[in-house]
Every structure is written in structure tokens, then in C-alpha cells.
């Protein structure tokens, strides 16, 4: 099976074809209504991706930079849904870079915008004070380090998040990625869970779990349980915990404002979802394609076993993608060299190596190498006591390492430094910073993903 895009939208359409009526029928439902809310077509393909609304970091981005990538050869719509209903802190990290006794050094620091405690009713509430104070501070420092291009598309990603100041705090990275996205030549849609709930699919969705919540969470819980099994987890809050009795998988908000596991008293609330009954929604009723990042296409093995135990269909295939880049320091910048600090076990490879295989340093004295083979030899087809052998073998390794003194002082002068720049590389490979801080065309320019046929129960 070829596993191109056209050719996974292909198999998809024809797999869901063949569903029962009674899933088609809420598919053409839900589509219906995200094509009225949106203002779209309802029967051009859409390509869908999801994550919680924080500031993207470049695997995010890859997610959604694919989706519109497939759209556009599909002739359809990408669609990121933004999961506001989603407690989490909104952290605004960034590369630092300063002086220390003579020399620059990078460390990574961030400022906290929203904590997850002031959530209340699909927001956070937002503290810009001192904020875009810091985004100009951020420009000024990395301005002598960064690479001109980069430098750019960090300066106007700043001056977007400035006009999209006055936003809740969903709608503030939703809509700066957005903005700034479109910049480069993609359109991409957004949607929040919290626009979703408020769909009358959605809550037919809901409905079909619960008529049959038993049905479901053994299902859920069988699905959690293989899982677990498969990847020799013992953690049962791992990847979620099981479904209790008399709950619900979803969410509901109580009194105060906060979020708080549904029951069976909650069925006539407004039921907000949970991460697999949310995946399940995306996957089955609203895409005809979904792009999942390594972390979700793996956990999604419960969520494909979930859909073959309770709604009896196959799971459609999927797009995986995801991304690693380096912060664009400028070569001639002097903490470019951070990047070309040896990782620790590689150095510890190397010290073994001075330690028991000399005939891998460089530096070796062949006839006590020659003398090494020999002993091992000699060690290997001797028959009774070899303590004797033993001894002259450690003798050959102590005149070996003698012999490379010089290599051993280099070795542990890497050490020192290993000890003192690791962090200042593993800033350099961070991650986890806003897209925005990396090379945009690296993003754009990749066009690799995987595909993932979901594994058919037989």
C-alpha cells in the first residue's frame, strides 16, 4: 500500500464508506455543522490536527504546517482544534544569552503568563505585565547571535503577539500562530473544544457513549489494559487512568467555575472531553484525515481499540509528524560552539576505550597492542589457572594507558568542560521554545511524515 497523502485520503474515504449508517449519519452531522460554523464546504476534505492552547513549540507547528501541506494537494481544509477547555500553566520561554568571567553563555529562562490555577470557564486569566518589556529585551539580546532571517520572523512573531494583546489567553497564541502562519503562506483554520461542546453532534456524540456506558468503559478500560500490558506499564494512571464506576469519560464544569471529572448525575450537563473521547470525536466523526505528533500516534493504540470494541468500525489511517531543530545562532557567534560539546556517553566510550581497547586510540603503541592480542589470545585457550595471564594482561593495560598519558589529560579536560557546557548545548537543542525562535523554513522546507494503518483486531 502506497502511502501518500492522495492514497491515505483514498483509503480512508472508501474504508469509511462501508461504515453502519448510524456512524455515517453523525459524521455527516458533525461535519455539517464545523462546515456552518467555519463557513465552508462541508464535502471538501478536511485535514485535522489538536493540541492545548499554549505557545507551539516546532513539533506543534510541524503538525499543523502538514495539515495544510495535505490540504492543499487534497484541495481541502486544515483545521487545528484547540483544546481551551484544558487547564495548563502558559509559559513563555526563551534563549538567553549573557556574559560570565569572560565568556558568553546561553541558559534558558521563561516568565509565566497564566497558571493553570486561575482556569476558569475556557480561560486563563492572563498577566502581560512586564511581558512585551521582555519580548523587545529577548530581540536586543539575541540580535548579535542570530541569523538575520531569523532574527526577522522572531521580530514580526513578537510584534503579532503585540496586536493580539487584548485576546483571552487561548486566543492569544491561537491567533499570533495564526497571523503569523498566514504570513508564510498557509491558511489554517481554528476551532476550540470549547466551540465544539456547544454543537448539537457533539452532543449526540455524547449521547451514544452514554446509553451504553457500560458497553464503553469495558471497552476503555480492556483497551487501557492491553496497552499497559503491551508496553510493560505499571502504572495504572498510565497513559490515563481507568474509567471508575459511575463515571463518565468526560469533563463537566462545576459551580465555581473548575473543571472536575463527569458521573452518571452529570448526563444532562454540558460534557466537555476528555483525551480519548475528544481523539475518538476528531478521528471517527470530524476528519478525513488526522495528523498526530509520535506522543498521540502512539497512545491512539487505545484509542484505535476503543473504536473497533464499542463503534465496531475500523479506525481510519493517520499522519504522524514531528520535528527537532537548533536554535540559528550564527557560526561565528561564540556560543555556536556549545553545540560541538561531546554528549557525555560518548565521552564515556571513549574513556573505555583508553581503558581497555588501546588498539582504538589513535595514539596506541603497536607492539604493546600486538603484546594485548596476544595475552587474550593465550587467556581465551589456556586450561586451568590463569591468574597469571590475568596479571600480565593488566600490566599490558596500565603500560598502555602510561604509554597514552597525553590522551588521558585530553580526555579529562573534555570532561571538565562536558561538566561545565552541557546545559548551555542542551539550550541550544531545546526543544520546547515557541516555533517562532527557530528557522520557520526548516519547518516548511521538511516534507517527511509517516503513515500509521491502525492494527485490524482479527
Not at 478525513?288 to 481499540?305: C, E, P
Request: charge should be positive; glycine fraction near 4%; hydrophobic fraction near 40%.
Amino acid at each position: 500500500m502506497t502511502h501518500d497523502i492522495a492514497s491515505l485520503y483514498n483509503y480512508n474515504r472508501d474504508l469509511s464508506s462501508r461504515w453502519p449508517d448510524k456512524i455515517l449519519q453523525l459524521k455527516t452531522l458533525v461535519r455539517e455543522e464545523i462546515a456552518e460554523r467555519l463557513m465552508l464546504s462541508k464535502d471538501l476534505p478536511l485535514i485535522v490536527n489538536g493540541h492545548q492552547a499554549i505557545f507551539y513549540h516546532p513539533g506543534l507547528v510541524s503538525k499543523e504546517i502538514l495539515a495544510f501541506r495535505a490540504a492543499s494537494q487534497l484541495k481541502g481544509n486544515a483545521l487545528s482544534v484547540i483544546l481551551d477547555h484544558d487547564p495548563n500553566d502558559l509559559i513563555f520561554s526563551y534563549p538567553a544569552i549573557k556574559m560570565e568571567k569572560s565568556e558568553f553563555r546561553i541558559q534558558k529562562k521563561f516568565k509565566l503568563l497564566a497558571s493553570k490555577d486561575s482556569f476558569h470557564y475556557f480561560n486563563l486569566q492572563l498577566d502581560l505585565n512586564g511581558f512585551f518589556e521582555i519580548l523587545e529585551n529577548i530581540a536586543a539580546n539575541l540580535k548579535p547571535h542570530y541569523r538575520e532571517e531569523s532574527l526577522h520572523f522572531l521580530e514580526e512573531n513578537f510584534a503579532i503577539l503585540k496586536r493580539h494583546a487584548g485576546k483571552n489567553s487561548s486566543d492569544l497564541v491561537v491567533h499570533s500562530r495564526m497571523e503569523s502562519l498566514k504570513q508564510s503562506g498557509m491558511n489554517l483554520l481554528a476551532l476550540k473544544t470549547s466551540e465544539i461542546t456547544a454543537l448539537q453532534s457533539w452532543k449526540q456524540y455524547c449521547a451514544s457513549i452514554n446509553s451504553d456506558i457500560a458497553g464503553f468503559a469495558s471497552a476503555y478500560n480492556l483497551a487501557l489494559h492491553d496497552y499497559r500490558n503491551a508496553h510493560g506499564i505499571k502504572n495504572h494512571a498510565q497513559p490515563v487512568p481507568d474509567l471508575k464506576y459511575d463515571e463518565l469519560p468526560f469533563w463537566v464544569i462545576d459551580d465555581n467555575g473548575k473543571r472536575q471529572k463527569a458521573s452518571y448525575a452529570d448526563k444532562g450537563k454540558t460534557l466537555l472531553p476528555r483525551a480519548i473521547t475528544l481523539s475518538i470525536f476528531l478521528r471517527l466523526f470530524a476528519s478525513d484525515v488526522f495528523v498526530h505528533g509520535t506522543g498521540g500516534a502512539r497512545y491512539d493504540q487505545v484509542t484505535n481499540s476503543i473504536i473497533q470494541r464499542f463503534f465496531r468500525v475500523t479506525p481510519l489511517a493517520f499522519l504522524v509528524k514531528t520535528a527537532s531543530l537548533q536554535i540559528p545562532v550564527l557560526e561565528a557567534s561564540p556560543v555556536s560552539r556549545y553545540k560541538n560539546i561531546l554528549p557525555y556517553s560518548k565521552w564515556q566510550s571513549q574513556y573505555r576505550d583508553f581503558q581497555y581497547h588501546p588498539e582504538k586510540i589513535r595514539a596506541h603503541d603497536p607492539f604493546l597492542v600486538k603484546e594485548r592480542f596476544r595475552l587474550v589470545e593465550e587467556f581465551r585457550n589456556a586450561v586451568g589457572n590463569k591468574k597469571q595471564i590475568h596479571e600480565r594482561l593488566e600490566q599490558n593495560r596500565l603500560k598502555n594507558m602510561k604509554n597514552m598519558n597525553l590522551i588521558k589529560k585530553n580526555l579529562h579536560a573534555e570532561l571538565d568542560e562536558i561538566k561545565k557546557y552541557s546545559r548551555d548545548k542542551s539550550v541550544l537543542f531545546d526543544r520546547s521554545f515557541p516555533y517562532f525562535f527557530y528557522d520557520i523554513n526548516e519547518l516548511i522546507n521538511d516534507n517527511s511524515f509517516d503513515v500509521v494503518f491502525p492494527d485490524v483486531a482479527p
